[in-house]
């Protein structure tokens, strides 16, 4: 099975800051890689699909990139609704799904 | 717009079974592939199995292979998921989610809004 390693865990930041998180795969996965943001008590939502492309109504300031097995989530402004935790998820290879462990994004 | 509506969770004693729905609206659910999806109180996602659009082919995860059946009822835009032999640590909300596919990359574009389940003596 494909193992997927956030980091960091979690991470503090202010309204405003740029944010990047990290997701390894441990073996190459080319770009199918989704990212997904979920809120307390809350099912998550698809953000990015194919490592790098936003789904639909989700704001331009969440951006992907990468391929092979190493990928980033930014935000490039911070706005309050978007404190959550986020999780990456390969594609290539299922069964299974595999995702990351989650990075927590809190308020500085 | 897409729907995805579970029930069934609750309260069980460690052995005992339960069957979880999640009932489909707003698409075409026989054209999909459908997911269940599993978070442990406090943990992260953890992918539980899934089902082709016409039931042909089913996968499950490790953890729940030979103790849960999937199972859909495309009349009734329905997905179920039939946990046996339930553990502590199968305590966890369970999500259904739609499998969409976006340019040949696979996703879980739609959740429901889950399912608590809690084993516990």
């Known amino acids: 099975d494909i193992q997927m390693t956030q980091s960091p865990s979690s991470l503090s930041a202010s309204v405003g800051d740029r944010v990047t998180i990290t997701c390894r795969a441990s073996q190459s996965i080319g770009r199918y890689l989704n990212w997904y943001q979920q809120k307390p008590g809350k099912a998550p939502k698809l953000l990015i699909y194919?490592?790098?492309s936003l789904q639909s109504g989700v704001p331009s300031r969440f951006g992907g990139s990468g391929s092979g097995t190493d990928f980033t989530l930014t935000i490039s402004s911070l706005q309050p609704e978007d404190f959550a935790t986020y999780y990456c998820q390969q594609s290539y290879s299922s069964p299974p799904n595999t995702f990351g462990q989650g990075t927590k994004l809190e308020i500085k | 717009q897409v729907q995805l509506l579970e029930s069934g969770g609750g309260l069980v004693k460690p052995g005992e079974s339960l069957r979880l729905s999640c009932e489909a609206s707003g698409f075409t659910f026989s054209d999909y592939y459908m997911n269940w999806i599993r978070q442990a109180p406090g943990k992260g996602l953890e992918w539980v199995a899934y089902i082709s659009s016409s039931g042909s082919a089913i996968y499950y995860a490790d953890s729940v292979k030979g103790r849960f059946t999937l199972s859909r009822d495309n009349t009734k835009n329905s997905l179920y998921l039939q946990m046996n032999s339930l553990r502590a640590e199968d305590t966890a909300v369970y999500y259904c989610?739609?499998?969409?596919?976006?340019?040949?990359?696979?996703?879980?574009?739609?959740w429901g809004q889950g399912t608590l389940v809690t084993v516990s003596s």
């Open positions: 989610a739609r499998k969409g596919a976006y340019s040949g990359y696979d996703t879980f574009d739609h």
């Open positions: 194919a490592a790098s």
